[in-house]
Structure formats: C-alpha cells, structure tokens
Antibody, heavy 115, light 109 residues
Framework: QVQLVESGGGVIQPGRSLRLSCVGS????????MHWVRQTPGKGLEWVAV???????THADSVKGRFSISTDNFNNTMYLEMTSLTPEDTALYFC?????????WGQGTMVTVSS | AGLTQPPSVSKGLRQTATLTCTGH????????AAWLRQHQGHPPKLLSY???NRPSDISERFSASRSGDTASLTITGLQPEDEAEYYC???????????FGGGTKLTVL
C-alpha cells in the first residue's frame, strides 16, 4: 500500500527558512511524479511544485526563487526547502503522487509564518 | 489562470448533482480535468482523471465529462457521505503548472 507522510512543519518567523519532508512507502520516487500542494486554512488548494522522474522540476510562480523541491531517492524522501517565508505561505502542505491526477496524498504538515 | 467552480451546490438525498469547472483551452480544454473530493479534516481524494477515468475504489455513482473548456462531475444517488468539498484540477500547458478550481461545497439535504 502506497503511503506518504509529511513532516517538518511548525511556527516560523517571516523571512526565515524551513524544510519539509515527505517519506514514501510502497513506491519509489524514481518511478513517480511527485508534487507539493498547499491549502490555506479554510480555503482551496494551490499547487506548489513538481519533480519528474529524471529530476526535472517546476515551481509555481508564487514560490519561484524561494522554494525548491528535491528528492533523496535512496531514502525515498522528498523535500521542500522554503526560504524567505511570508505570512502568505501559511498553509497545510501536502505531498502527493501523480498518476493521471493526484492519486495519493499525505495527511499534510502545517506551516504557520508569524512573528 | 485558475479554474472556476461554483462555490456551493445543494441537492436532496438520492438526487443527482452536477458540478462544473470552467477553464481554458490551455488546461481543461487541452487534456481535461481531474476531480478530487475532500472531507473536512482529511486530505483530498482522487475521484476521476482525464475526464472520466475512475480509480478502482471509486463508485460508479461518480462520472466525469468535458465539453470544450468546461469539465463536469455528476454524482447520482446522493448519499450523506457525499457532502464534501469538490475540486477540479488540470495541467496548464502555457503556465507549465497545475491549476485548481476554488472548490464547490456540496450539501446533501
């Protein structure tokens, strides 16, 4: 059974950095397209970043230059390095696997950017 | 550049609800939409992809379609557990980004 578990969230001050992790079981990141998606409290979903099989990656304009997606295929872990955080980045961050749509999701990890 | 969904839809028990998602030729009109359902406090769950392909664990009561730049999700025989937030999503070939709709809150009366 495929499972994704996020961690690394917390309360952080504006301008600081944070790294989120997503550990996968029952799948290999080298064979899958993986995403980060966030959800602002009480609001909708916003796509953040994707990393493809060969390691190519794309980020949403709202985080480009500040966030970076990566994977450690040996440890089956995906990361989201977040820098220069602002209150607008406050959200529940999900990792998700893509197979014709986002077919597997983690439970999410909450990031709160506040002074 | 996001997708447009009505904020709310209300239907009665055992009735049929049709949710819509309007995009653009560069996203919904290109490869169609995927639909997700989210119950309060839970992560989203995939209901359909590329318009009307369902994961094996999704009921036949859920069917999706597309006409031009608008995708639709039809839910027949509404049950209390169908009350949830429904999102559509699509890859935008111009933006090279996934876009989501704002979500539709489905209430089963």
């Amino acid at each position: 059974q495929v499972q994704l578990v996020e961690s690394g969230g917390g309360v952080i001050q504006p301008g600081r950095s944070l790294r989120l992790s997503c550990v996968g079981s029952g799948l290999s990141f080298t064979n899958n397209i993986m995403h980060w998606v966030r959800q602002t409290p009480g609001k909708g979903l916003e796509w953040v970043a994707v990393i493809w099989y060969a390691g190519d990656k794309t980020h949403a304009d709202s985080v480009k230059g500040r966030f970076s997606i990566s994977t450690d295929n040996f440890n089956n872990t995906m990361y989201l390095e977040m820098t220069s955080l602002t209150p607008e980045d406050t959200a529940l961050y999900f990792c998700a696997k893509e197979a014709d749509g986002f077919d597997v999701w983690g439970q999410g990890t909450m990031v709160t950017v506040s002074s | 550049a996001g997708l447009t969904q009505p904020p709310s839809v209300s239907k009665g028990l055992r009735q049929t609800a049709t949710l819509t998602c309007t995009g653009h030729r560069t996203n919904v009109g290109n490869e169609g939409a995927a639909w997700l359902r989210q119950h309060q406090g839970h992560p989203p769950k995939l209901l359909s992809y590329r318009n009307n392909n369902r994961p094996s664990d999704i009921s036949e009561r859920f069917s999706a379609s597309r006409s031009g730049d608008t995708a639709s999700l039809t839910i027949t025989g509404l049950q209390p557990e169908d009350e949830a937030e429904y999102y559509c999503s699509a890859w935008d070939i111009n933006l090279s980004a996934w876009v989501f709709g704002g979500g539709t809150k489905l209430t089963v009366l």
